[in-house]
């Protein structure tokens, strides 16, 4: 079974420029989660979905930071415009609500650098 | 005060020493605990899920005090592959609902 895949693993972008991340769940995941780490520190919730909902978005920046799930299967995290301090892993992880089972498992994830 | 608090490290060991570490929750309705471990430049991966009667997986057993709001993981006998960051996650709510939330993570080295 394939994993959580990411893309890109990595990006560098000039501030004030527009940024997407790519992430594909495991199959029959119904639970998504987009969390930001920065270097040192645990894994800080930005968005979490329940299929196509977005059920807690309240740590997400939302004058410069978007998501979306359609379809409830894959998701994109854009952040527009970038600033320096957005600098960080972003990753992508997935679990099967509903079964008793919470495990996570985790993207490889995607390091943003903003220069 | 963040929700869920582990100790700072890192913690420094040699190879076959016992250490432990503490992780703290401040959400009382949270339902369900995990400690993850994560190496360096890698993603999170389950390491066990802690259970109220205490659970142990080899070297490695997790203890729940759900009164004290209080977690921990003892690592036996350590080895240089244990080297990596603990992470302590608190899941949030009730069934179908899958919030889950990290702590800072402690860091532990392993050494010859």
């Known amino acids: 079974e394939a994993g959580v895949v990411q893309s890109p693993r990595y990006k560098i972008i000039e501030k004030k420029q527009p940024v997407a991340f790519w992430c594909n769940p495991i199959s029959g995941h119904n639970t998504l989660y987009w969390y930001l780490q920065n270097l040192g520190q645990g894994p800080e919730l930005l968005i979490r979905?329940?299929?196509?909902?977005?059920?807690?978005d309240s740590q997400l920046p939302k004058d410069r930071f978007s998501a979306e799930r359609l379809k409830g299967v894959d998701s994109t995290l854009k952040i527009q415009p970038a600033e320096l301090g957005d600098s960080a892993v972003y990753l992508c992880?997935?679990?099967?609500?509903?079964?008793?089972?919470?495990?996570?498992?985790f993207g490889q994830g995607t390091r943003l650098t903003v220069v | 005060r963040k929700e869920v608090e582990q100790d700072p490290g890192p913690f420094n060991v040699p190879e076959g020493a016992t250490v432990a570490f503490n992780c703290t929750y401040s959400?009382?309705?949270?339902?369900?605990f995990f400690w993850y471990r994560q190496d360096c430049r890698k993603e999170p991966k389950l390491l066990m899920s802690?259970?109220?009667s205490g659970n142990e997986d080899g070297r490695f057993t997790a203890q729940l005090n759900r009164a004290s709001q209080y977690i921990s993981l003892l690592i036996r006998d350590s080895k240089l592959s244990d080297s990596a960051t603990y992470l302590c996650?608190?899941?949030?709510?009730?069934?179908?609902?899958?919030?889950?939330?990290f702590g800072a993570g402690t860091r532990l080295t392993v050494k010859p």
């Open positions: 979905y329940e299929n196509e909902e977005a059920v807690d």
């Open positions: 959400n009382s309705a949270s339902q369900s």
């Open positions: 996650v608190v899941l949030r709510g009730v069934y179908n609902n899958n919030d889950m939330r």
């Open positions: 992880a997935s679990s099967r609500s509903g079964t008793g089972s919470t495990e996570a498992f």
């Open positions: 802690v259970y109220s």
